[in-house]
């Protein structure tokens, strides 16, 4: 089945500390996004690839790093630099073109304390 | 000014009842329309594509109102499992690429009460 995996489900980390979320898709995809939400609130980007080894910062970019070596990944890192990073994480993936829609993943809850 | 607004509600309606959401975007260039609905701690899934004449699925309809910026989500006879969080998308014009970016709403929430 094609589809959006992401991993772990749930993480918890300690202040301070790098993690990485992966995100893999099998759709052939060209465009991959990341999306942090918050309680309440709506999908704000934070990073997006529309072809391999090429990114561009969303609108919250400050605190996080991505890479696109494959076209099937796109890792996200939260670093420590970041200030709240306790959120929901979401990755999608799209055709190239905007009249597609998007795909998710089924997110992966970080809590930082 | 956001650019892409949505009323968050919550909207509480009883089952059967019609319901109307509306969302409006700021930039004039945008293009490409969608509905998602979220339920509570998982991800988006697609409803429906937004097309300019307007299009229906079963009991939704969706329009799009270029003059005034605006499109909306009309749910009919409404189920109580129609409860959950619809986000609207709207891809707007970014960067000196030219690219066109995702951008949600917040989202409105749909509580159906028996």
């Known amino acids: 089945d094609g589809g959006i995996t992401q991993s772990p489900k749930y993480l918890f980390r300690k202040e301070g500390q790098n993690v990485t979320l992966s995100c893999e898709q099998n759709?052939?995809?060209?465009?991959m996004y990341w999306y942090r939400q918050d309680p309440g609130q709506g999908l704000r980007l934070i990073y997006y690839?529309?072809?391999?080894?090429?990114?561009q910062k969303g609108d919250i970019a400050e605190g996080y790093s991505v890479s696109r070596e494959k076209k099937e990944s796109f890792p996200l890192t939260v670093t420590s630099a970041q200030k709240n990073p306790t959120a929901f994480y979401l990755c999608?993936?799209?055709?190239?073109?905007?009249?597609?829609?998007?795909?998710f993943g089924p997110g992966t809850r970080l809590t930082v304390t | 000014r956001k650019e892409v607004e949505q009323d968050p509600g919550p909207f509480n309606v009883p089952e059967g009842a019609t319901v109307a959401f509306n969302c409006t975007y700021s930039?004039?260039?945008?293009?490409?329309f969608f509905w998602y609905r979220q339920d509570c701690r998982k991800e988006p899934k697609l409803l429906m594509s937004?097309?300019?004449s307007g299009n229906e699925d079963g009991r939704f309809t969706a329009q799009l109102n270029r003059a005034s910026q605006y499109i909306s989500l009309l749910i009919r006879d409404s189920k109580l499992s129609d409860s959950a969080t619809y986000l609207c998308?709207?891809?707007?014009?970014?960067?000196?690429?030219?690219?066109?970016?995702?951008?949600f709403g917040r989202g409105t929430s749909l509580i159906v009460h028996p």
């Open positions: 999608a993936s799209r055709s190239g073109t905007a009249s597609y829609e998007q795909y």
């Open positions: 690839s529309q072809i391999v080894n090429d990114f």
């Open positions: 930039n004039s260039a945008s293009q490409s």
């Open positions: 937004v097309y300019s």
């Open positions: 998308v709207v891809n707007i014009v970014s960067g000196a690429g030219g690219s066109y970016i995702p951008t």
């Open positions: 759709l052939n995809h060209d465009a």
